[in-house]
């Protein structure tokens, strides 16, 4: 595709609730990352997959959190038992290089959370 | 842990006005520095990237950024801003041993015409 694609591009949950949030990377990109965007900061790093193998989870608020990139293609990011601290958006980009931190990641518009 | 600190929260300017935005960042080994955009209601793109070399760099839209090892700083600059310019911008730093990107909290800047 012409970029990174993400949804829903919003959504609401009542707390409590399970959400997944859907990521198309750009084809052909082997490294994806998810990061959380709290009003007015900066995004802050979640999960980082090369290929399907998630070299990186550090960034996880809790268990609640999980991510997958089974087929190394499309990812979920998945948050369980939804709460309040949880609103946010959720952003994923992609990146076509390996070596380590020198390479472009390219973003996706996110998915804004809302848990009421 | 690195972190980015960037000091101006909210920036007003009329259009013609040379612009400044300030980032320095917390790490000791060697680092890569950059300057992500958002315009409203846009996805987070990127303006420019240092990795090695010339510590002047040069981005899109007339921007560029100084690296400053020894001050730790990774400044913005355009020299005649535009009212396209509104945005808010993100100063983010990688390290050669990570691949996350270590964002500051942005910078919002409103140009008037």
Do not use: M
């Amino acid at each position: 595709g012409a970029g990174v694609s993400q949804s829903p591009r919003y959504k609401v949950a009542k707390r409590g609730q399970d959400v997944a949030l859907r990521c198309d990377p750009i084809s052909g990109h082997v490294s994806l990352f998810w990061y959380q965007q709290a009003l007015g900061q900066g995004p802050e790093f979640l999960t980082y997959f090369q290929n399907e193998a998630q070299l990186d989870k550090s960034g996880l608020p809790s268990d609640r959190f999980f991510a997958e990139r089974p087929e190394g293609s499309v990812s979920t990011l998945k948050i369980q038992r939804t709460q309040q601290e949880d609103s946010a958006v959720y952003l994923c980009a992609s990146s076509s290089k390996i070596k380590t931190g020198t390479y472009e990641q390219y973003f996706g518009p996110g998915t804004r959370l809302t848990v009421t | 842990a690195q972190s980015v600190s960037q000091h101006n929260h909210h920036v007003i300017l009329s259009e013609a006005a040379s612009l400044e935005l300030g980032c320095n960042y917390s790490y000791g080994g060697t680092v890569n520095l950059f300057w992500y955009v958002q315009y409203p209601g846009q996805h987070l793109q990127l303006l420019l990237k240092y990795f090695s070399g010339d510590p002047l760099v040069k981005g899109i839209k007339g921007f560029e950024a100084e690296f400053i090892k020894s001050k730790f700083s990774f400044n913005l600059r355009k020299p005649s801003v535009q009212w396209s310019d509104t945005a808010e911008y993100f100063c983010a730093v990688t390290s050669r041993d990570t691949d996350k990107l270590i964002f500051g909290t942005g910078t919002r800047l409103q140009v008037f015409p």
